[in-house]
């Protein structure tokens, strides 16, 4: 027997489930406790993962950035953690490639199986971001495990070069010459779900609408069969609400759910496109596979990544970009000019957009500001601030679809991590909003609004609307 294969008389037993559960529940509810101790204490950072504050987030913004200002270039908060939360903090930190979203040694920050950094683990659920998604490869079916690294979602918790191999196999699904062809597809897909809505009557805007669009299309790219629409929605819902960290037992349990099903469904996949490959995405993949460039663990991380942030992004712009038109009184500009569709959905992508922080990790002493960022220490980057900073921002908090855009907003991050499926988000966003108006013209919110329990990931859960 070697040295590190673990002897079974000596292996400690699993625990049972009921005291697994204990545990994991036990150290939740201490976790948020701690933050919400310090939200009511006035700390920003945490009032940003704990109602009523995240409902609004952006009076925290606007603190956090005046705190920024008086540190340095750096705002920090009780929880240990460090952010940025102008746009030019922002921005220098996502093009900074001395920042990744590991550690300097490639290690997974917060990594459960670090003892020496265990106590560390229990600021995350106030420091939450894209780099909360990587595996560590245990038990997928283990809720405390769900509870510290919930999902492999490949791309997002990778630095160079992995990342940069897989980005580079990716990229072709996205070329400018496909992206017609999927508006194409959106266009048909929005007509029939909008024939679909009734006039007469109240209806959920996310579940008519904004969710099976970018289900349908993101579906077609992967050329994934018997899509079911309610289920990838429940899948996406799970998931997005993880990037937080998980919220409760059950919480863990129905991540674990999905974290099997999304492996199940794309391990099928693999080999259904292996016997009979085509055009899409997955048998491009599968190729890959093949010339041995890419694991089927990466493979199949890959295709999660590219289902679930797929569809998550552009339900959550759909529904901000509706809200927003609404309550600025534009909607009816919108219907007066549909050509505004683009002008909105850019504009929601700065005034509310659907992914609102990320972090990165120093991979050596980098000067940022007036401060010195130490090697391996977690910067939180406030990329919805970055949407209201005034400085290059004029009238921020004012929604405007005629808005002249200067300087780039940073909705789809910056650097090395900017969002692959970009243009495909803003692209289904402006096909949504175009055919609404044409269609739908008399549409305005009726009934409540829920927004969904997350802070790194904002949108409506359900949205009431009525079209008569």
Known sequence: MTTDQADPRTAPSPLP??????????????????????????????????????????PTYARLRADAAAGGGLARSRTGIRAVATHEACTAVLRDRRFGVRLADGRMPFDPRDTERSGEHADRGAGASETDDASTGGDPTDPEAALLEPIDLSLLGLDAPDHTRLRRLAQPTFAPRRLEQYRETARAVTGRLLDAAPTDAPFDLVAALAAPLPISVISELLAIPDVDTPRFAAWGRVVGAALDGVRSVRHAHALSRATADL?????????????????????????ALDEETLTLDELVSLAQLLLIAGFETTTNLVGNAVRALHASGTWDDLVADAGLAAGAIEETLRFDPPVQLTARFAHEDVALGERTVRRDTGVLVLLASAGRDPAVHPDPDRFDPRREQTVAHLAFSGGAHYCLGAALARMEGEVALEMLAQRLPRLRPAGRFVPRVATVLRGPRRFGVRAD
């Open 263 to 287: 492996r199940a469904l794309f391990a099928d996949l693999v080999e259904r496109r292996r016997a009979d490959p085509g055009e899409d995405v997955i048998s491009q993949l599968v190729h």
């Open 17 to 58: 489930r009921w005291r697994a559960d204990l545990r994991l529940g036990t150290r939740i509810v201490a976790m948020r406790a701690g933050g919400l101790a310090l939200a009511l204490r006035g700390d920003p950072v945490a009032r940003l993962m704990h109602r009523p504050w995240r409902l609004d987030p952006y």
